[in-house]
């Protein structure tokens, strides 16, 4: 396991006051010591314009203390989808959050679609033939699923369950019917908790899904698999809940 990051993850930007830098910071002190840390390098506009047009590139680039970090954020969840290639999962703790944004706008504290972007380059790159994506945040991933619609290489599975047993049971449910596929690629949203916006899921219940990530993807591609960041805004224990879900996606214990 590696955790993809960059100082500048934690830089102040214009958004909504929820999407703060303490996110990043609090997660980042968790993990600090249990996994190596990647720096990525920042994305290219090439790799923006595989799914976003460039009027809205443009919009992003006007806000001059936004864009640069956003451009990091991409190249961050291209990092962990490269690393994920050898079979090695990682975790881009990245923000923004991507979701959100759709080719031609965006909302939702998003601007990139990190995880639309960071798919389609393994695609274009001939790296991967199908990718499933698994959205375990609280809000749909519209952006995501906007850009991938009709395609038959990527499945986008949003799972939007509000009762505890059923939302479990679905991530393992597109995890086998979704199959086969050579990346499982997830848009990890920590707000499912139980004392976050979603109030929902268990801290332990995301190392529950990291597991069963981790399992299938042993099982069916080879262990290729990684996650993003995307929503959480509990911050006291929005930390351990990543760690939890990491601890599942390295394939270790429930500690």
């Not at 997660?27 to 047009?53: M, N, Q, W």
């Not at 994920?84 to 909302?107: C, K, M, Q, T, V």
Request: hydrophobic content about 40%; overall charge negative; some cysteine.
């Amino acid at each position: 396991m590696k955790v993809v990051y960059h100082p500048l993850y934690a830089s102040e930007y214009p958004t909504a006051f929820v999407e703060c830098p303490e996110r990043v910071e609090v997660i980042r002190k968790e993990l600090e010591g249990l996994y190596p840390f990647v720096e990525p390098s920042t994305a290219r506009e090439e790799d923006v314009l595989l799914v976003h047009s460039q009027g809205l590139l443009e919009e992003v680039r006007a806000v001059a203390p936004l864009y640069p970090i956003a451009m990091l954020a991409v190249g961050g969840a291209i990092e962990a989808a490269r690393i994920a290639l050898g079979g090695e999962p990682a975790f881009a703790l990245i923000r923004p959050p991507g979701h959100h944004a759709s080719p031609d706008h965006y909302w939702g504290f998003c601007f990139f679609n990190n995880m639309a972007i960071a798919v389609e380059r393994l695609i274009r790159d001939g790296e991967v033939n199908r990718v499933l994506i698994l959205d375990i945040d609280l809000h749909y991933g519209d952006g995501t699923a906007n850009f991938f619609s009709g395609r038959q290489d990527v499945t986008v599975v949003n799972i939007q369950e509000e009762d505890r047993e059923r939302f479990i049971r679905r991530v393992f449910e597109a995890l086998e019917d979704e199959a086969p596929y050579d990346m499982v690629a997830v848009s990890a949203g920590f707000d499912r908790y139980r004392l976050d916006w979603g109030g929902t899921l268990e801290g332990e219940d995301f190392w529950t899904i990291g597991r069963a990530i981790r399992q299938k993807a042993d099982e069916v591609c080879s262990g290729r698999c990684f996650a993003v960041l995307e929503g959480g805004y509990y911050l006291p224990h929005l930390g351990r809940n990543v760690r939890l879900f990491l601890e599942g996606l390295a394939g270790g214990r429930n500690g």
